[in-house]
């Protein structure tokens, strides 16, 4: 059974930081990309970033460019969402998911992970 569960949400203050687990089980992801979305209240829920987990090529929002750092351990099949500078609008639940890297879709997610920022 495939399974992404995620760990490590919290809350923090403004430009704060925590990093975010998704540990990934029920098959080989090495033909998958990894990504991290995000759902505020009130809000759809959008994509914030992604790494290719054969090769370690990553993309992400503009909106968390520079702060945020995806990164995989092949080892422990977990990917990681490093988040530094936090700020209030960063609050969200914040999900994992995998995609084959054939498929446009994310049809695999994670239970969330709250993150709250306060100001």
């Known amino acids: 059974q495939v399974q992404l569960v995620e760990s490590g949400g919290g809350l923090v203050q403004a430009g704060g930081s925590l990093r975010l687990s998704c540990a990934a089980s029920?098959?080989?992801?090495?033909?998958?990309?990894m990504g991290w979305f995000r759902q505020a209240p009130g809000k759809e829920r959008e994509f914030v970033s992604d790494?290719?987990?054969?090769?370690?090529?990553?993309s992400y929002a503009d909106s968390v460019k520079g702060r945020f750092t995806i990164s995989a351990d092949n080892a422990k099949n977990t990917v990681y969402l490093q988040m530094n500078g936090l700020k209030p609008e960063d609050t969200a639940v914040y999900y994992c998911?995998?995609?084959?890297?054939?498929?446009?879709?994310?049809?695999?997610w994670g239970q969330g992970t709250q993150v709250t920022v306060s100001s």
């Open positions: 998911a995998a995609r084959h890297i054939f498929s446009t879709r994310y049809d695999t």
């Open positions: 790494i290719k987990w054969s090769s370690g090529s990553t």
């Open positions: 029920g098959r080989s992801f090495n033909m998958y990309y």
